[in-house]
DNA sequence: GACCAGGCACATC
DNA sequence: GATGTGCATGGT
């Protein structure tokens, strides 16, 4: 018998399809992603991580080496330039300290003493350290955001007073022990929430699969 | 011009 | 422990 998280998830897969995450080439690419979509479009981001490639500058070292004013000017078009050109700034230094830049060094490390470890970086929160696990390392950890709370909040998955770790924990234990089933229900919930349950509705009025959770369609 | 976008740290009560 | 605020660009 699957939970109702679980059925969510079937649901939108069979209607969206596989949405192949995360967008990078790299796993270095990733991480820095993750912290430049802090509360930004990414098409946004898009521009910035264009920027850092059209000067053949996503490369850890290079990152390290270059100033933060000029790393800022680069990755402005994401917002908030001057705070997540410190925060790439401080997960760099910490990945050059602790694992002489070798993302080989960092998927050898077991989750909950890397997730302590990231979190502990200052500009890292929970989505963001989840996020680089997740996509970037292949651990099995659910990365929560703003979309993952308003949407199974509007259909009433799970109530409203839940927070990160609540969120987190509900969904890991209703769903199967699967990367490719967290990886794909984070980004399923996302296009959701860019395409259908939008902020400004309050109701997800135009989600395909609204009317069937709420029993008045049959199974898509 | 208002609102929103794949958060986070910090101040204040 | 909850709540408020600054950070900033770019699309709708």
Redesign the pocket.
């Known amino acids: 018998m699957k939970t109702p998280l679980y059925k969510y998830y079937d649901q939108l897969i069979k209607k969206l399809g596989p949405q192949n ?3 990078a080439e790299t796993d270095f690419e990733v991480i820095i ?2 912290v430049l ?8 981001v898009e ?1 910035a991580i264009g920027n850092l490639k059209k000067y053949n500058l996503l490369d850890p070292l290079k990152l390290l080496q270059i100033d933060s004013e000029t790393l800022g000017e680069l990755i ?2 994401s ?6 050109s410190k925060r790439l700034k401080n997960f760099l230094r910490w990945f050059n300290e602790n694992y002489s830049l070798d993302i080989d060094k960092l998927k050898s490390q077991p989750l909950d003493n890397l997730r302590e470890e990231i979190l502990s970086i ?8 989840d ?1 680089i696990l997740l ?1 970037a390392l292949s651990k099995l950890t659910f990365v929560v ?3 993952t709370y308003r949407i199974l909040t509007r259909h009433e998955l799970v109530p409203y007073e839940i927070d990160y770790d609540g969120l987190k924990n509900e969904i890991e234990s209703e769903l199967p022990k699967d990367l490719k089933i967290y990886n794909e229900f984070h980004a399923l919930l ?1 296009n959701v ?2 395409n259908f349950c ?3 509705e309050a109701l997800c009025d135009k989600c395909p699969l609204n009317k069937f959770l709420e029993g008045k369609s049959p199974a898509i």
């Not at 917002?79 to 997540?84: L, S």
């Not at 200052?122 to 350290?129: H, L, V």
Request: proline residues 5%; glycine residues 12%; charged residues 25%.
């Open positions: 995450w995360w967008p992603g993750a979509t802090q509360n930004t479009n990414w098409k946004n521009k402005k078009p917002g908030y330039f001057n705070i997540k200052s500009g890292i929160g929970k989505e963001t350290a996020s996509y955001d703003a979309y996302v929430g860019k939008k902020k400004s």
